[in-house]
């Protein structure tokens, strides 16, 4: 079993930055992919990184460039750094573990933006 805690969200101006983290437990973190979704108000949750066991990333076309996905294996932890945040980036962040044993999801951090 898999377990996920997420950090590091809050309110910030347009334009600013925030890195979230994501803290997992159990064995073999660094085989597995790892993902951050979002879901605002209203709106279904949408992919918005992810970063594969070898380190190739792919992201959801309305943060790139914006947006980078990372993962440091030595210490199980997944991060989003976001810069130049809008209002529409507003939303609860969760982290994801696609395992082979079983689809693994955080409890959410909320993420702000706003003036």
């Known amino acids: 079993q898999v377990q996920l805690v997420e950090s590091g969200g809050g309110l910030v101006q347009p334009g600013g930055s925030l890195r979230l983290s994501c803290a997992a437990s159990?064995?073999?973190?660094?085989?597995?992919?790892m993902g951050w979704y979002r879901q605002a108000p209203g709106k279904q949750r949408e992919l918005v990184a992810r970063?594969?066991?070898?380190?190739?990333?792919n992201y959801a076309d309305s943060v790139k460039g914006r947006f980078t996905i990372s993962r440091d294996n030595a210490k199980n932890t997944v991060y989003l750094q976001m810069n130049s945040l809008k209002p529409e980036d507003t939303a609860v962040y969760y982290c994801?573990?696609?395992?082979?044993?079983?689809?693994?999801w955080g409890q959410g951090t909320q993420v702000t933006v706003s003036s």
């Open positions: 994801n573990a696609p395992t082979a044993t079983g689809n693994y």
């Open positions: 159990g064995r073999s973190f660094s085989s597995y992919a």
């Open positions: 970063i594969r066991s070898g380190g190739s990333t």
